[in-house]
């Protein structure tokens, strides 16, 4: 075929379109939920956490979680009167049934629990080499299971270990923030059952929320900060052996 | 100045033909919400989103359950909600006559969190449930909605 000037030039626009076509895409949100509205966080309140893995159950039925993986789970701390930087960290089955009980000998005891950090600057995501994970625009760190090769980049690069590679459907997986709930204006599973309100779901985008205020008057601290992850999930009274 | 182009003009073809195959093919193999909010498929969010939720939330349960409500008010069981204990039940919320909540074995439920532990916060409230009741299920003396027991004696003696 020859190509005249007059061919290029109908060719150049329906290579044009064929490019608006790839590019726009059918937006699919939940009905009556503003994407760009929030800014999804968490608050942890150490002092209030009883470890009685209410909410490592609660997640693992409201997500399908398979048995042995978590997409939240305690730890329990003890620290040893002066080992600040030595402390002796458990999680049986992820704290799901609770812990044994244990002799208080005179060191400090206490429950972190842990889950995705929502990293706003996420090294899990920039790893993925198909895009398949993301930072959805209300804060929310998801994975596309559809797109999700298994590779595990992201799963060896979280800095905190909550990512793992779900053993049903060969893709990583992690916590969504319950994301199918609090676009429908519900709280996340674990905040949902905690029993002492150490968990709590926020919005930083809500002026409304209590968590401005919360934030303004407590000493709270993210995990690995020195990482500069940008993590959304606040520590309240996190001891200094918490890593 | 254009004669003797044939060789180039072929090479543009060729060209033209590769990047218009290129583009083709991309459109049929990228999902079309791909790019839409970032490099991630726009419609995975959606997807995610549109999982069916299987705790209905205590706001579910209280628009039904007021006489609860109300005897929750009364006690310090009243910030703990309804799943927390009685598990998820958004199938009930969606069907209430048919799917029906089990029974709760108060004797490993109420232990779960009130079973003594030295790393619990120490103002929590925590029994070492052997000594404490030896094998009775808590319900046995309290209530589980309002847990305080309040009799005759502790009233009148006015001790701590």
Not at chain 2, 63 to 83: I, N, W, Y
Not at chain 2, 120 to 144: I, M, N, R
């Amino acid at each position: 075929m020859e190509i005249t000037r007059r061919r290029l030039l109908v060719l150049l626009p329906a290579a044009a379109v064929a490019w608006k076509y790839v590019l726009a895409g059918t937006p699919e949100g939940a009905p009556n939920y503003e994407l760009t509205k929030h800014w999804w966080a968490m608050l942890i309140d150490i002092p209030k956490c009883i470890g009685c893995g209410s909410c490592v159950r609660a997640c693992a039925e409201e997500n399908d979680v398979p048995e042995g993986y978590y997409r939240t789970w305690i730890e329990r701390y003890h620290v040893a009167d002066w080992k600040i930087e030595r402390p002796e960290v458990e999680s049986p089955d992820g704290g799901k049934y609770g812990f044994p009980p244990h002799a208080d000998d005179g060191g400090k005891n206490f429950f972190v629990p842990k889950l995705c950090n929502h990293c706003a600057d996420s090294p899990c995501t920039q790893v993925c080499p198909v895009g398949a994970t993301f930072i959805s625009p209300d804060g929310v760190v998801l994975v596309d299971k559809s797109y999700c090769l298994g590779c595990r980049y992201c799963i060896q690069a979280c800095p905190y270990g909550c990512r793992f590679l779900n053993p049903k459907t060969n893709t990583a997986d992690k916590c969504t923030l319950c994301y199918h709930r609090i676009t429908k204006g519900l709280t996340t599973a674990c905040c949902e059952v905690c029993p002492t309100g150490a968990r709590q779901l926020a919005d930083l985008k809500n002026p409304k929320d209590p968590i401005h205020e919360f934030l303004k008057t407590h000493a709270v601290q993210i995990l690995k900060p020195y990482m500069a992850t940008g993590a959304k999930v606040f520590y309240n009274g996190m001891d200094g052996s918490v890593r | 100045m254009f004669k003797n182009i044939e060789h180039l003009v072929r090479l543009a073809v060729v060209m033209m033909i590769g990047v218009l195959g290129f583009v083709i093919l991309r459109a049929a193999v990228v999902p079309h919400s791909f790019g839409q909010y970032g490099h991630y498929r726009g419609a995975a969010i959606g997807e995610i989103a549109s999982r069916p939720v299987a705790f209905a939330g205590h706001e579910t349960c209280e628009a039904c359950h007021t006489d609860v409500v109300e005897q929750k008010k009364l006690g310090k069981h009243v910030v703990v909600s309804c799943e927390a204990c009685h598990g998820a039940l958004a199938k009930h919320a969606d069907d209430p006559s048919s799917v029906l909540p089990k029974k709760l074995d108060t004797a490993i439920l109420c232990a779960r969190c009130h079973e003594a532990n030295g790393a619990k916060p120490k103002g929590f409230p925590q029994v070492a449930t052997a000594e404490h009741s030896g094998g009775l299920a808590c319900d046995t003396c309290h209530q589980p909605h309002h847990p305080k027991i309040e009799t005759a004696e502790i009233k009148t003696e006015g001790k701590k």
